[in-house]
């Protein structure tokens, strides 16, 4: 019955785009009656995934797909849906009904693949992709669905899969233009102490690598001081601290007054405060030290902000500001 699933029928552009041809290889396939095709009431040739794939092990063409083995179809929907139409649903499906059966590195490949594409930015990928998934499987460890051990196997795929996008520099391929170290504005970034996840703060750390910084990455559970001596010691332009249940707006506060005692204005830096904490924490500009200071609980409100001047030195503010 999928074989009729229109969402499995592929335009030209498509299916070109699958196999990393030219569109006009494709529709040479089809009039050359090598790749079978349908036709829409207009006229269109609409190809089905099945046909397309098969051409592709006969060519031995590679697709994205390969790593998904009898489920391409399921994959390429939700891939799809995510992408075009922006729901996420039918990723978040696939990923759980994938970590109860422990599929953990059809797990690892579809998180991959959907920030790979150049549909999903990278911030939609990990404020929806990521993080949607997070509060879905949140939500079936207080239900008593999943035990810690799957928890935990997840947390380390998403880590392995930002650590991926660490290696594929920026969205255009490490196209910042900065060479030299010296050049690039300086980050400090870690989660906040007694906090163990650090899923949050290695995302803004690949965000910030991919606009061109230099980042000092802390990891978790790093005491509040400790971030002030790295911004320090280092001269760092941005200071970012990743907040997450069960941390309050009190720990957020506490956060900000120590690192206003250890603020040494010979030595101006921002601070980005990230997290959900289920309560709205605001501070006043005007009565601390901070060159800026804001909290963030999407990394898209964090990239947008530095894009219009958050930290004056990032270097894509200041090519496109």
């Keep these: 019955m999928e074989h009729f699933n229109s969402d499995l029928y592929l335009t030209t552009t498509q299916a070109a785009e699958l196999l990393s041809v030219h569109a006009s290889t494709v ?20 190809i089905h995934l099945t046909d397309l794939l098969e051409l592709s092990r006969d060519r031995d063409i590679p697709t994205f797909l390969r790593h998904f083995t009898p489920y391409e179809g399921h994959v390429w929907t939700a891939i799809r849906q995510a992408a075009e ?56 460890w207080r239900d008593g669905q999943l035990r810690i051990g799957e928890e935990h196997m997840m947390t380390e795929v998403l880590i392995e899969v930002l650590i991926r996008f660490r290696e594929l520099g920026g969205p255009d391929g490490d196209s910042t233009g900065l060479s030299a170290e010296g050049d690039r504005p300086v980050a400090v970034i870690g989660s906040m102490e007694g906090l163990r996840h650090s899923i949050g ?33 280092r001269g760092a332009d941005l200071v970012c601290v990743s907040f997450s249940l069960p941390a309050t707006g009190a720990d957020m506060r506490r956060c900000v007054r120590i690192l206003s005692e250890f603020y040494d204005s010979t030595q101006p830096y921002s601070l980005a405060l990230g997290g959900d904490l289920g309560e709205v924490v605001v501070f006043d500009d005007d009565a601390l030290p901070f060159s800026r200071i804001g909290t963030f609980g999407a990394l898209g409100d964090l990239s947008e902000a530095l894009s219009t001047g958050f930290v004056e030195s990032d270097p894509l503010a200041l090519k496109h500001g």
């Design 85 to 140: 139409g922006g729901s996420f649903h039918r990723v978040h499906s696939l990923a759980m009904g994938w970590l109860d059966r422990a599929h953990m590195k059809r797990l690892t490949w579809l998180f991959y693949e959907l920030g790979r594409h150049p549909g999903v930015s990278f911030e939609r990928f990990v404020d929806e992709g990521i993080r949607g998934f997070l509060v879905m499987v949140g939500q079936a």
């Design 27 to 46: 529709k040479r396939w089809c009039n050359d009656g090598e790749l079978p095709f349908d036709k829409t009431e207009g006229g269109h040739r609409r």
């Design 201 to 233: 703060a290695l995302a803004v750390r690949v965000l910030l690598e991919r606009r061109g910084w230099d980042v000092f990455f802390l990891g978790s559970d790093v005491p509040v001081e400790d971030f002030a001596a790295m911004q320090r010691s």
